[in-house]
């Protein structure tokens, strides 16, 4: 596997990997990372999956990235065992996938922008969409096998389980603020802010904050004072607390179907271009309702929102069920033994 993740990047691609590498590992197959070591990184070794660093950064990123092709090649021919290179990185390409792969290795793309050609065997946009086979037509060979939709979105197990037990929503106790692995926007400090603008309220707010995120420490001496909140550290148990929440706010990404599987409605916000897709669609299907690009949302468009959440102005059921209806958790099982029966 091939990606990275950082305060800038997000945690997404590893988030993604990861979930994938659980479901080969329950199948008997362990994988193994190829990352670089990026300030905000959140990959790390697993029973699932082997972490291996790559090389810093010399000569620019093209020459970087030539490099990695070489290690990556160079391990799948010592690896025996080794028959899938899965790559989930936007700045890479098919002139890469071809450097990577062996000589008997097929490689599986995941990719939810479609700006790029892949020469790949199995390509995965996990994205709402009713046009993927011509936004990929002129990316990928007419012999690649193509997946669509949340029904391949690769969460972890948890949220599988989540899915079965989830309940639909009908009014709001408890919130959750999460705007991924590093939250380059700082929407974390300006949700906490939006606290203090609802005025009273009995309901309870748990402030994720993601490994990435290099004001961790700031925002957790901010909410100390605060009885109302409980701050949660690169937690392992995000289903578990999505699936006790009324409402989210948080970024899109892979985060949306996370929210989805659980039916966890939410106030969503724009962290990246790659984003306005993912976020449009999910707000379109009733899933959640889309608060727009980062930089133009401050503490009282949250609080302006989440009040019309509290004061019941909108359709929270209807939203909950929306988004149940779009994910059930199992698309890395899917995914997995697609690849172990090709």
Not at 12 to 36: D, K, P, W
Not at 223 to 237: A, I, K, L, Q
């Amino acid at each position: 596997m091939r990606a990275d993740s950082s305060a800038d990047i997000g945690a997404g691609h590893i988030s993604r990997c990861g979930a994938l590498a659980e479901a080969l590992f329950a199948r008997g197959v362990r994988a193994t990372l190829l990352t670089r070591d990026l300030p905000g990184s959140v990959a790390e070794s697993t029973d699932a999956m082997e972490v291996l660093s790559l090389p810093p950064k010399l000569g620019g990123d093209r020459l970087c990235d030539r490099r990695a092709a070489e290690i990556a090649r160079r391990w799948l021919e010592v690896d025996s065992e080794s028959s899938w290179l899965v790559v989930d990185h936007y700045d890479l390409d098919a002139t890469w996938e071809r450097a990577a792969r062996g000589d008997r290795t097929r490689v599986f793309a995941i990719d939810d922008l479609a700006d790029r050609p892949h020469a790949c065997d199995l390509l995965l946009d996990q994205n709402l969409s009713d046009d993927g086979a011509r936004r990929y037509a002129s990316r990928v060979r007419a012999d690649c096998r193509l997946l669509f939709g949340p029904r391949f979105a690769l969460l972890r197990p948890a949220f599988a389980e989540a899915h079965a037990t989830a309940r639909v929503r009908q009014r709001v106790r408890r919130v959750l603020f999460f705007f991924g692995g590093g939250d380059a926007f700082d929407l974390t400090t300006e949700a906490i802010k939006a606290i203090g603008l609802l005025g009273p309220t009995d309901a309870q707010f748990d402030v994720v904050v993601g490994g990435g995120n290099s004001r961790a420490g700031a925002i957790r001496t901010l909410v100390s004072g605060m009885p109302s909140v409980t701050f949660h550290f690169r937690t392992d148990r995000m289903a578990e607390l999505m699936a006790a929440a009324d409402i989210s706010v948080g970024a899109g990404g892979t985060a949306t179907w996370e929210r989805c599987c659980v039916g966890l409605p939410a106030l969503v916000i724009v962290t990246a271009e790659n984003q306005r897709r993912v976020v449009k669609e999910a707000s379109e299907h009733g899933a959640c309702r889309d608060l727009g690009y980062a930089r133009d949302v401050t503490s009282s468009t949250i609080a302006a929102a989440l009040g019309d959440a509290l004061s019941g102005r909108f359709d929270l059921s209807g939203m909950s069920r929306a988004a149940l209806s779009i994910v059930d958790g199992k698309g890395a099982a899917r995914v997995a033994e697609i690849m172990l029966s090709a």
